[in-house]
Structure formats: C-alpha cells, structure tokens
C-alpha cells in the first residue's frame, strides 16, 4: 500500500460540553497542525498516488473554513464537541468526498483511504483513518 | 478507525546480553520518548475515544516505576533484555489492562488496541500494537 | 555562556485589534509551546545552570492562569493584544521576577538572561530574550 | 506486531516528466530523509524484531547507490519518474531482498512486512508498506 | 531583543567546485527548509515584531525565483558554490533589503536584524544572521 | 555571522550527587542528542564555514569514548556530576582543540566560536557556548 501525506494547521477557538472536559469547558483555542495521508494499493501512470499539489490544494480548501473561526458559532457544529478526534473525521469526510468525486485528479475507485492526523500539541494528537468509498 | 495519542518519557539504564548487542553489552542508557495511543471504532457520547487527561495519567502511572531506574535492577525484568521493543511490550500490557478493567474512564470492550511507540533517538525507534482484549 | 531550556504549552483563544491582522482580528485560538531558556555564566556548585526541576515547575506556575483562557477576557491584558510576541515578554516578565526572588533555586544575580520562544504552529514562531536584572 | 525503524537520508537531484508535475518537470532536487521499519509478529531470542545496527547498515546500503546522484542519469530509473513514492518502493524492493536472503540477520520468514517513508519536507511525505514474502 | 520567525521550503539541484566537497561535487539536490528571523527591540504600535503574514510572503518572494530550479544554471549565481551557508546569506541580503525599502510593513530602521537558517536534512543545518542596515 | 550546525547521539548510563538531583540521584541513563555548530565570520574560499563531514567526523571523535558508556566510571569524570550543561562544556573544549589544532579544516582563528546543544528529551534541552580562542 502507498501513501502520500501534505500537513497544513488551523489556530481556532472552541469549548467543550462535559464534566469530562475539566478546564477545557471554558472558551479555549488550539493550533491543529493537519496530517492528511491518501492511500492507494497502486501508483497512476505518473508514479505518485495523487499530485501532491492537489493534494496540498484540497487540504486547503477543506480546512479554509475553519481558519480563525470561533467553531462554537459554526451552523455545521451547532450542538457538537469539535474535538480533535470530532475533526479528524470531519476533515476526513470532506476529503473523501473530494477523492469519490474526482477531484484530486484520479479516479475516487483508485484511492482505498484516507488518514487524518491533528497534532494539537508536542504531547497529544489523534487520527481517522477510513476507506475513500 | 480512531485513534488518540498521548506522550511522555524515561530516563533509564540498562545493559543487554548477547554479542548481537556489541557495545550496548555493557552499562548505558536512554531517554524513551514514548508514544501511546489508543484505538476505538466509534467516539463515546462526548465525541473522544477516552479523555486525553485519563491517557496522559494512565501512561505517567505505567512509567513511574521505570523513571531513573537502572533496568538491570528490577526484579520483573531479571533474565531480560530490557529492549526498546521489549519495553514497547511491557508498557502496552499495562496500558491494556488499565483498558480492560475500565481504567481509562471507558468500558474496556469499546477501545480496540493500544499502539506504543518509543523513540530512542532521533534516528530509531520501535513500537508494538497489539488488541486491548 | 550556559543555557537550560524546558518546554510546556497552553491551549487559549483570544482576538486581536487592528486591520494588520485581517482574519485573525475575529476570537480564534492558539497552541502554544513554550520554550523557556535560562542562562548563567557559570555553572553552579551541582554542575547545572538551574535545577531542571525547578525550570519545569516555574514555566508551570506562570502559564497557570492562561490554561484554556479566553485571553480577551483576562484584566490584565485588558486593551492589549496578546499577540505571540507580546506574550513571550510577558511569560519572561514573570520567570525573571522568580529568577531575581531566589525562587529558581540560585541567587538571582547568577543568571544573567532568558528566553522565552513560543511556537504557534510547525511554520512561525517568536521569542524574547533580555536580562534577568 | 512488533516494529523497529531506522532513519539516514540522501541528496539527489531529478526531474519529472508529465504536464501534472508543473514546475516540477524542470530538474531540481530534495533531501529524503527516510524511515525503513521492520514488522515482526515476534521478538527473537534476543528481544529484538532485528539488530538496529543491522537495520541502519541495510539501510544505507540501499541508499548508497543514490547518494548525491541525478537519478535521471541512473540506467535502473530510465523512463521511470523518480517520485517519493516510486522511489519508497524501491528501497522496499531492495530491504524486502535483504530480508528473504537472511542479509538482516534473522530468518527472512520471521519478518513479516517493511515500510519505506521518506519525508521530502516540513510538510510533505510519502510511504510504502508491503509484505516481505 | 523580540524576533518573530516564519518557516518555507525550496527544493532545488545544485554541483560543488571543489575536492573539499568529495561527492558532491557532482550535481545531486537538496531540499531546503529555510526559518527566516526578524529581531526588533521593541513591538510596533500592533504589539508584533513585523506582520507574520507579511513574514510568510517576503519569504516566499524570495524563494520563488529558486524553486525547483538548477542553482548551476542560475546566472546570478555562475563561478559559486552555492552551499547551504552561502544560501543564507543570498537569503538574508533580499529580506534585509525588502526591510530596509520598508516592504516588511515597518519602517527598517525599527527592525535590527534578519537571520536565516537552512535545514538540509535531519542532521545538518547552517544560518547567517546580520544587520538590516 | 554564519554558523553551520551537526548532529549526533549518544546513549550513556551516570548518575548525580546533591539532594538537588532528587531521584536522579540513582544510577539512570539518558539519550543526549547532540548539535554542535560552528561559527565564523567570513566563509572560506569554498563557501563554506568548515566542510560539514569534517564537522560530523569531528563531532562523532569526541562523542566516541562516551558512546554506551556508564559515565560514573571514566576516569576524567570523577567527582563531576556529568549533568547535561556539563558536558556540553566538555564537548565544547574538544570541539574547540580540534578548531584550534586546524584539525577542522580551516585555521582555527578563522573560526569565532563552537555551541554545542543538547537535547535530553522532547521538554529538556541545555548548551553551552564559548569563543574558539
């Protein structure tokens, strides 16, 4: 299996709902530095899994958006916890669908997965992996 | 699948058997930046796999008898060789029961498996990933 | 010159003032990890700059109050904005009063400077360096 | 399963061929700095998945070839685009080789897979990950 | 002293003149992950060092004309090695010009000095650091 | 000024003297991950500060009779506490005997000054720097 993998990161303000949360149910923030891996069990005629351009370029657009945004305000969270696991899988979505629809340059049916990986800070981080289709 | 990751480290001694090990055969040490992470399918109702405060506490706990010990000298290390392997082992079998008996502050069928990985240096590391069950 | 350098991190929100900041000017969040270093001429009778310890629990002590806070809403900050720059002054502010108090575990006049570097994400950073006196 | 990963890089200079590649297509260069892990299900007698000494010399057998070479100019790679990708499966092919003929020290029966990561930047890696069989 | 530091990347191809440089003096290639600092004694009116969006762009300015592009075949650059080291100071010398002309958003008197730092690989680094005026 | 920068490992058993140390005061051990860099003036007629596998050669002479060693039984470091300020000076005053010898490759007077930095951790990390001369 190949894998190509671009970073980006995000600053943005959030808080949670739960005891579980201790100090973080206050109104807090986090730079998410981004990890997205796509996986594909055979290289394109050009020898990569996808442009790494392309890639770099979907990134970007699926997290422009949430780039200095309050996500507490954000419609599309209303009622949500927007964990770093919660957006591991959002960003993950997102690509997905990017990757079913073409859009990344090849043929969704060629690309098997996708991987998510938020580094929220030196000590923590977590990741969604999940098939494309 | 979803994973959160949490980190710490040891500084510790030890010294290996076996002519495999050259110059390692005699009395050094490391310092064993250790990742964990731990593995769920689905996130609980407050969208986490567990609380990353609960992870940070349950692998400070596994690696408080290790830190600033000479590994040579631990009984339950006796006849072993103490490798950066061996170690990812003994860490993720305390961290897995810390899982199964609900530890973690979630029911222990839920988490999957548990990743840990130990960088030694900047050029090597090990890590062993095995089920929580 | 001697230095010892520790690192922590804090997750906070916060907006700044002034169209130089465009999109960063609405409530947004940042981790920062902070790198606080500590320099003596001479090291002292234990062969260390300072007790590592010690450097750890002072970097703590000072980012206490800004564990996920929302910085606009903090008195002291009132009117300002707590930009990177601005908050490495004021982290270097408190641990050099600590340094002149005695309270890092060595007379104040040994150490002669600090830095405090902050990284915002894995591509910008700031930092401050100026006397401890 | 067990892993052990051993990290060394190489400079070389490329071209590719293909409108996708943009700017690309122009020779230009990268530094790789790649990570060859090691996948056993069991340690062996010694408490290792292999030798790390073994495991970095393997290593940089495979990347001497290629060490401040212009790939283009090298007959293996005619009509071939050198991309990361490409090129992780190459040192795969030639790690994997190493391992069925016992060259890393340990029944090549005894590993189970190897993965080749080369990091090309700050933001951008690529990796392959198949059986040693 | 304040700096405020931003983080880009050139991967290009270059040769060495020279027995010094053994190998290298055949064409090979580097990525180059370039940190360029700015030191200013005292914050602007906004509380910064000088915009870091500002930062990113000088940065990215001069490194356009090198991206993915031969050093060899650069006519500004004929008769030179143009090592990591030297790099830096052809770096420094656009930045200290764009701060002196005032195109860094501050007037370049307000800004002391710029250093630059090129990371070749996991284990080798150089940086120049000098005056603006 | 230009500086160029390498870097090694080494992986030691020691122990400290002095209630200071608290539990460090037990025979442990620590990966020192070592940068030394380099820094002169002017480059030389290659454009370089010194050839950079002179310096890792340099480097790794001077780390040699550490490497896998129990540091409390050097002959050298006895009665030292060999803490990581401690032997960043050590490391230095070799470094600095080799520039001052022309063992670097370049008149020792045209070098101005050698820091060596070394990381204990991933939060720890101390260095010292000292003119050549």
């Known amino acids: 299996m190949f894998a190509v993998e671009v970073r980006d990161h995000i600053m943005i303000a959030h808080s949670f709902k739960g005891a579980l949360f201790g100090p973080a149910q206050a109104l807090h923030g986090a730079t998410f530095v981004i990890d997205a891996a796509f996986f594909a069990a055979q290289l394109d005629a050009n020898g990569v ?66 991987r998510v990986l938020i580094s929220e800070s030196h000590v923590a981080r977590a990741w969604y992996e999940a098939p494309v289709a």
Not at 69 to 81: I, Q, S
């Open 49 to 114: 899994v996808i442009d790494i351009g392309r890639a770099h370029e979907a990134l970007k657009q699926v997290l422009e958006p949430l780039k200095y945004k309050n996500l507490d305000e954000l419609p599309e969270f209303a009622g949500k916890n927007t964990t770093t696991e919660f957006l591991t899988q959002h960003i993950h979505e997102h690509l997905a669908a990017a990757a079913r629809e073409g859009r990344l340059g090849r043929p969704g049916n060629e690309l098997s997965s996708i």
